[in-house]
């Protein structure tokens, strides 16, 4: 079946560091790939997302590649902010299915 | 454009009582409706998801059910909480394949 992995965190960084949170898929076919965002005590938005491989998404100065050779999303921002901390998720979703399938979410905690 | 609202935002039960939550979707027709439960630290488990009124799929085995009463309305329920039932409950819209899905802004429960 579908599943994706997620970089435990929580990730701890100081402001203007830079960002990688690793996300791989398993999955037949073709699926297109997300980014989600969980601000405290919100729900999810989507961040950015790429259907289909080399694609790039990019949102708000995060970025992630869609690469099938090595079944990868992951998620990269070069400078992050205060602002940025939050609970990210990698998803997938697959046509014809009908759910995301989504990662455990990595933690990002961004001190001044 | 398409909106979900979702309430209660917090909620305190007491173990063995019953639960409601509600969630209405705006700016859209016949919507796939998901529910999905986040418990602390962990990522998010899909609990049900539904294509039409009346037509309810459970992705696991628990203590919740859930109800499509009205084209735009999706209700998780329980009869008897239970104390694992505790955590944060969002609803989500998604149209499938590429297409961004849409999250309420949650309910975070606590059975005590």
């Known amino acids: 079946g579908n599943s994706v992995t997620q970089m435990e965190g929580p990730v701890t960084l100081s402001e203007e560091a830079f960002l990688t949170i690793n996300c791989t898929y398993t999955?037949?076919?073709?699926?297109?790939l997300f980014w989600y965002v969980q601000y405290p005590g919100e729900g999810l938005q989507l961040l950015l997302k790429a259907t289909k491989a080399d694609d790039k998404g990019s949102n708000k100065g995060f970025e992630a590649t869609y690469r099938k050779e090595t079944t990868s999303f992951h998620l990269e921002k070069g400078s992050v902010q205060v602002s940025d901390s939050a609970v990210y998720f990698c998803a997938l979703s697959k046509p014809g299915r009908r759910a995301l399938t989504f990662g455990s979410g990595t933690r990002l905690q961004v001190q001044p | 454009s398409q909106t979900i609202h979702q309430w209660p935002a917090t909620l305190v039960q007491p173990v063995g009582s019953p639960l409601s939550l509600e969630c209405t979707v705006e700016?859209?027709?016949?919507?796939?409706l998901y529910w999905y439960r986040q418990a602390a630290g962990r990522g998010l488990q899909l609990l049900f998801y539904?294509?039409?009124?009346?037509?309810i799929s459970s992705e696991v085995p628990q203590n919740l059910s859930a109800s499509r009463p009205q084209d735009r309305q999706f209700i998780l329920s329980s009869k008897k909480l239970l104390l694992s039932d505790s955590g944060f409950y969002l609803c989500?819209?998604?149209?499938?394949?590429?297409?961004?899905?849409?999250f309420g802004q949650g309910t975070r429960l606590t059975v005590v």
């Open positions: 989500a819209w998604f149209a499938g394949g590429n297409t961004e899905a849409f």
């Open positions: 999955a037949t076919g073709y699926p297109s």
């Open positions: 700016g859209t027709s016949n919507p796939n």
């Open positions: 539904s294509v039409g009124i009346g037509q």
